[in-house]
């Protein structure tokens, strides 16, 4: 009887474990870029930059100024990993852009799979504050 029962925990630990190292898998970096912004016309550059940021923080990112029209966004996750942005705009369009990370496993073409979540989930978030007048 124990056999039988380590027989079909076998190939279900096989299969749990692959679902693991993909689940882990890295991706190429995911950047936003292009993104259009549709605001009316007497809405300031500065007025898109509070937008961004606000949307940012709903999900979780802090940002600081960083260069003219540029937003520095940080988000830290547990065990010390942690993600950064650059986010560029204009009246017409906006830009998220890998910045900087600790303990996601970028290697300069590719990152943890978080991280092109977490990032999505901005971008995400951003086109929804921009795009409700």
Known sequence: MQDYAFNLSKPFSIVLLLLMLTACKSQPIYEALGRPIHTPAQVSEQRIGQLIKEAGEIVGWK??????????GRINFP????????VTFSKSMYEIRYK?????????????ATYNKTVRRLDEAIRIKLNTW
């Open 63 to 72: 940002f600081k100024y960083g260069a003219k029209n540029e937003l520095i």
């Open 79 to 86: 065990r010390g990993a942690m993600a950064e942005v650059s």
């Open 100 to 112: 900087d990370s600790a303990e996601l496993r970028y290697n300069g073409n590719s990152i943890h």
